[in-house]
Every structure is written in C-alpha cells, then in structure tokens.
C-alpha cells in the first residue's frame, strides 16, 4: 500500500529555535497533504491543508506565520515551526491523499508515522 | 476543529470480551472512518464506512453507522491484548479532498 513518510520521527530543540519536519509521499503523487497536531492523550487536530504549488490554508486558530508549511513538490511537504516554545511540543502528523481510483472517487488519506517535537 | 465525540472516553475489559466504541458527529458526511493509534505511534486505518451505508465487518470488527442519529459504533469482538490502543472516528464531510476531522478517542485497555 502507499507509504508517508516522515523526518525526524523525534526531534528535541532549545526554545527559540526552528525545527522542519519533513512529510514524503513514496510511491505515489499527492497533491494535497494534511497537517495535523496531537497534544497527549489528546486527538488530533487539523492544523491545515497544504496544495502544491499554491499556499497553505491554515484552520482558525493556527498561526501561519509559527507554522510554515511548504508543498513544494508532489512528493513533498515541509512544516517548519518558528521560534519554538515548549508549549509548542506535541506530535505532529502528516498526511497525502492517495490517487484518485474510479469508482471510489478521490483517493484514500495515508498517514505518517508522526514526528514528536519537544521543545526545551 | 473536532467533529464530536467518542464514548467512552476509556475502556478496561478483560480478553475474550467484546468491546463498543461509540462516535457522534455533528455534520451531513460523505463517510467516517475508524482508525487505531497505539501509545505514540501513528494510525492505522481500520475500517471505513460510507454515509449509504449501515453496517460494515472486517475480522473482528464491526461497523455500524447512523445518519438519522449522526452516529457510529465499533464493535471488537474477542478482544486481546494487543487490541490495547486509542481508537478514532474521523469524517470527510465529501469526496473532494477535503481532511479527516477527528473525535476524541476512546482509550481501550484489554488486560490478559
């Protein structure tokens, strides 16, 4: 099946730093990739949609500006957190939608390992 | 943003027994999926079921969803130890390529 890839899987930073977290479709084009936030025993919330080619949409409450996402390939997109905190620590996951399949219609959604963020 | 709730937000069986998750959604759906997400790790999609649909098996899973209600079960039948994990309902409100929106989560422990 198709396979999300994710880097770093953890990743421990100074506050004040930035930290990319990287989200790799393998084996299929996706033009559309979901960004999505898990604070502990908590669920997962949608933090945006990125396209490729075009900018990011960001649901309410999430700061563009903190949270860069770049799609800039079909195969890739990058979540870059800006001056981290340690409230900013949490897991991040990603997500890209398969290919389209007749008769199912738009592609199923795929989803990464995660990427833990600890912020010191 | 969150579509609803799971109920219960935690379970405790013993192996052998069957467990029942519920999820409630708030909005019209295309379809609403149940995924499983061991303790720190990333999820595993489980079963989907579409909004023409009623009931849904895989395994020992069984799916059951409600549009007049806006609401889902998941039944795990015989359950084991390693069925210990959190277990999500997550909706696409259409077909388009829009996100998964999440419930809560129920945390299931099955204890040996």
């Known amino acids: 099946g198709a396979v999300v890839s994710q880097h770093p899987s953890r990743v421990i930073c100074k506050s004040g730093t930035s930290v990319k977290i990287e989200c790799r479709s393998l084996?299929?084009?996706?033009?559309?990739m979901f960004w999505y936030r898990q604070f502990p025993k908590q669920s997962l919330m949608l933090m945006a949609t990125s396209n490729e080619g075009s900018k990011a949409t960001y649901e309410q409450g999430v700061e563009k500006d903190k949270f860069l996402i770049n799609h800039a390939s079909l195969t890739l997109s990058t979540l870059t957190v800006t001056s981290a905190h340690p409230e900013d620590s949490s897991f991040y996951i990603c997500?890209?939608?398969?290919?389209?399949?007749?008769?199912?219609?738009?592609?199923?959604?795929?989803f990464g390992e995660g990427s833990r963020l600890t912020v010191l | 943003s969150q579509q609803g709730e799971e109920d219960p937000q935690a379970l405790s069986i013993q192996e052998g027994e069957n467990a029942t998750m519920n999820c409630s959604y708030k909005t019209s759906i295309n379809n609403l999926q149940w995924y499983r997400q061991n303790s720190g790790r990333g999820l595993v999609h489980l079963i989907l079921i579409r909004s023409n649909e009623r009931e849904k098996h895989s395994g020992r899973l069984r799916v059951t969803l409600d549009t007049s209600k806006k609401s889902s079960s998941l039944l795990i039948t015989a359950s084991r130890a390693a069925d210990t994990a959190s277990y999500f309902c997550a909706t696409a409100v259409n077909q388009a390529g829009t996100a998964l929106i999440f419930g809560k989560g129920t945390t299931l422990s099955v204890s040996s």
């Open positions: 084996d299929f084009q996706a033009t559309t």
């Open positions: 997500s890209a939608r398969g290919p389209y399949h007749r008769g199912r219609g738009t592609g199923e959604l795929f």
